[in-house]
Structures are given as structure tokens and as C-alpha cells.
């Protein structure tokens, strides 16, 4: 089992910045890659970004060139660092990771974008 923890969410104006961690524990060796996903109200959960165990990264259309994921092994987190952020991008954001065929999901941490 592979436990994940979000922190990071809150409440900032349109043009701002957030930082969202998402802290692995358990049995993290194996994990394939892991990222972030996000749903807002009323909409279907909509992929985000990811790494892999390599370090490869991709992102969705939506975010590229605003977002960016990355990884810090010797604390089993990966961030995902959203700059000019939109109202748009107003959602519960999910991390998620991979580790032999499952998923394991976080909790979610709601980020806000107020204009």
C-alpha cells in the first residue's frame, strides 16, 4: 500500500502562485511515476501533470508552460508548482501514483483562484 498526503491548497488571486506538495509513504519502492489530477464542481476529474521514475515529465495543454511537476526523491514528495494561476484553475487537486498496475490517491486539497 502506498499512503499519499496533499498540503499546499488555498485561496489566491488570479495571476498568483501556489505550491502543492504530496508526501509518499509505505510501499514506495516500485512507484512507476506519480502526478496530479484536479476535478472541479460539477466536471470530470481532468488529468494534470506527471513524472516518472526517470524524472520525464508531461503535462496537460491546459497547464503547460504555468505548471510544473517535479519530484524530490530523498523525501518521497513531488510537488507541483502552479504560477499564473486563472479562475479557471479552481479545483480539488488529487495526487496519485502508480506502483504495479494500482493507483493510490490522495486525499485532495482545494485550490481557489478568486478575479
Known amino acids: 500500500q502506498v499512503q499519499l498526503v496533499e498540503s499546499g491548497g488555498g485561496l489566491v488571486q488570479a495571476g498568483g502562485s501556489l505550491r502543492l506538495s504530496c508526501a509518499a509513504s509505505?510501499?514506495?519502492?516500485?512507484?512507476?511515476?506519480m502526478g496530479w489530477y484536479r476535478q472541479a464542481p460539477g466536471k470530470q476529474r481532468e488529468w494534470v501533470a506527471s513524472?516518472?521514475?526517470?524524472?520525464?515529465?508531461n503535462y496537460a495543454d491546459s497547464v503547460r508552460g504555468r505548471f510544473t511537476i517535479s519530484r524530490d526523491n530523498a523525501k518521497n514528495t513531488v510537488y507541483l508548482q502552479m504560477n499564473s494561476l486563472k479562475p479557471e484553475d479552481t479545483s480539488v487537486y488529487y495526487c496519485?501514483?502508480?506502483?504495479?498496475?494500482?493507483?493510490?490517491w490522495g486525499q485532495g486539497t482545494q485550490v481557489t483562484v478568486s478575479t
Open positions: 496519485y501514483a502508480i506502483r504495479n498496475r494500482s493507483t493510490y
Open positions: 509505505g510501499s514506495i519502492f516500485s512507484i512507476n511515476a
Open positions: 513524472i516518472t521514475n526517470g524524472g520525464s515529465t
